[in-house]
């Protein structure tokens, strides 16, 4: 019998931005608890495999439902 797969709509689009304002590309949460980015948290980079780290973020306007972001992030040592 075929599997079925529930299709998860993305809760928030991180738009990200280096410390110099240079775009680093997106990134989207699926859970509400970590849709709103928070100072100082950390994520995995699916480019590289690194850590990045939020320095700061502004809510955009919404688009639809999907909660938007620009989250400043540097590299986390």
């Known amino acids: 019998m075929a599997e079925l797969r529930r299709s998860v709509s993305p809760a928030a689009a ?36 690194g850590t990045l780290e939020v320095v700061s973020f502004e809510e955009l306007a919404s688009a639809c439902i999907l909660r938007r972001f620009r989250v400043v992030v540097r590299e986390a040592g």
Do not use: I, K, N, Q
């Open 14 to 49: 991180w738009f990200l931005y280096s410390e110099s304002g240079m775009p680093m590309g997106r990134v989207y949460r699926l859970t509400e608890p970590d849709a709103v980015p928070s100072p100082g948290g950390r994520f995995g980079a699916d480019h590289d495999g």
